[in-house]
Each structure stands twice: as structure tokens, then as C-alpha cells.
């Protein structure tokens, strides 16, 4: 009985000291089980001044690019085409839709998409992109609300990307602005993202890391967690880049 008059008082003495500092209680730690889609930081916590003024200057620079949380939920097919990637690879013809209304140029999107697909640690496959159908594979810039339609009934929480049958469809939220198990390397999280929905639609299921300090496999759910290994964008991160991180 002592014992729970105490601890009323050490939770009243609590509830009181956080009302006279003014701050909201904390909030409570992130249930155990497999985790619902939801919103991330984009910034994981610093460790040293340097790093947080570093955090500081890229969450500056990705402001500059304000993504709307809905835009006019139809996709325009990218006009024009792209030759498949040298090799001996199958061809496979995919297309490249934008959302119209979204503040990304149409043209760049379809190039680094073809640049990540072609990219001699990507699938093997020759990537021709093409703008009118018979395509296999479906790349679409997505915002958040129209993820969530396509998505369903996976639940993207405006955050995901996913295959859905038809498309990889990629949320342009995240497009712009990253994730946190990527850090600041924006470019590296955009070679994930593209790699991993085509992966689906190619036919990949989801894998899981293979051991701590391990490469995470291009088809396990990064973005969720990287239960222990390093992050890594690429099906074959052995092979030799093209010209090292060049969009060309
Ligand atoms: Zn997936």
C-alpha cells in the first residue's frame, strides 16, 4: 500500500514539475510487433555539433523543395525514350509517369530513373524506357495522398513507396527529402527506392538483413528498419559503378 502512495506521489511530482516547465509529456516509446507505416524524422538525432550543423544545412536545402501532400492525382506519361543499357542483359521496356502538379521536372525524374536502372550494380536487365505501351514496368513520382490511393491496401501513411501490381510508385515526399536510415545521402536512398519497387515488379520478395554490420539486401524493407546491417541501394553493389555517382 506504501508502496503505490509512493508512487502516486512520484508520478504527481512528475506531472508537476512538467507542468511548471511547460513541456508536453514524453512521448511513449514505439509499440513492439511489426511497425505500421509511419512518420519518420527526417533527421536522425546528432551526435556531435558538427554533425547536427550538417543535419542543419540539409534540412535547409531540402525545404527548398515543398512537396505538396496532394497534387492533381493523375499521372502524365514521360514523353520521349531512352536506348537500353549496354550488355547482355534481356531489354525490358518500362515507362515513367509524374503525377501532374508535382514540383519535379518531368525530363530528370525519367533520367535518373533510367541512369539507376541501367547502372551496372542495378538488375541486369537492360532498361529501355519508352512512352507509349506495351511496358513491363511502370515508374511513377507519386505525392503522399495518391501513394496512399494506388498503395492500398497496403498502408503507405504518406510516407511508403510500393508495387502495386501495375506501378512502382514512388512518394515523391521521400523522393525529396530522404530517410533517415540514409542520413544525408539523398542519392543513395533515390538508388534504393528505384531499385527496390522495380525489384517487385520484376517479381523479388522481400528478404531480411542477413547478419549485423552485413550489406542490407536491395529487397529488404530499409526504410522500416535495417534490422542491424548497413544500408545499401544496389542489387550487385560489387559490380563496378558506371562513373561514380554521375547522373549520367
Ligand atoms: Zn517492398
Known amino acids: 500500500m506504501r508502496r503505490i502512495v509512493l508512487l502516486v506521489c512520484v508520478l504527481a511530482t512528475g506531472a508537476l514539475l512538467l507542468l511548471l516547465r511547460g513541456t508536453p509529456p514524453p512521448s511513449p516509446p514505439p509499440a513492439a510487433g511489426p511497425p505500421p507505416p509511419r512518420a519518420t524524422p527526417a533527421v536522425s538525432p546528432s551526435a556531435t555539433p558538427a554533425t547536427a550543423r550538417k543535419e542543419r544545412k540539409e534540412r535547409k536545402e531540402?525545404?527548398?523543395t515543398r512537396?505538396?501532400?496532394s497534387a492533381s492525382g493523375r499521372f502524365r506519361v514521360v514523353s520521349g525514350t531512352a536506348p537500353p543499357g549496354h550488355g547482355r542483359g534481356q531489354v525490358v521496356r518500362y515507362l515513367v509517369e509524374v503525377e501532374r502538379?508535382?514540383?519535379f521536372?518531368?525530363?530528370a525524374f525519367a533520367a535518373a530513373v533510367h541512369r539507376i536502372l541501367n547502372d551496372?550494380?542495378?538488375w541486369g536487365h537492360r532498361f529501355q524506357r519508352v512512352d507509349r505501351p506495351p511496358a513491363r514496368v511502370r515508374v511513377a513520382l507519386s505525392s503522399p495522398a495518391l501513394t496512399d490511393a494506388q498503395c492500398l491496401p497496403l498502408r503507405t501513411g504518406g510516407e511508403l513507396s510500393c508495387w502495386n501490381g501495375t506501378r512502382s510508385v514512388i512518394n515523391a515526399m521521400r523522393w525529396a527529402h530522404g530517410v533517415k536510415e540514409y542520413g544525408g545521402d539523398l542519392a543513395s536512398y533515390r538508388e534504393y527506392v528505384v531499385n527496390?519497387?522495380?525489384g517487385h515488379a520484376l517479381g523479388h520478395g522481400h528478404e531480411s538483413c542477413p547478419g549485423p554490420g552485413r550489406r542490407a539486401p536491395v529487397m529488404a524493407q530499409?526504410?522500416?528498419s535495417l534490422?542491424?546491417?548497413r544500408p545499401n541501394p544496389w542489387p550487385n553493389p560489387d559490380a563496378p559503378a558506371l562513373t561514380a555517382g554521375k547522373v549520367r
Open 62 to 64: 531540402r525545404k527548398v
Open 67 to 69: 512537396v505538396p501532400r
Open 101 to 103: 502538379g508535382l514540383p
Open 105 to 107: 521536372r518531368p525530363r
Open 120 to 122: 551496372p550494380r542495378g
Open 196 to 198: 527496390h519497387e522495380v
Open 222 to 224: 530499409q526504410t522500416k
Open 227 to 229: 534490422g542491424g546491417c
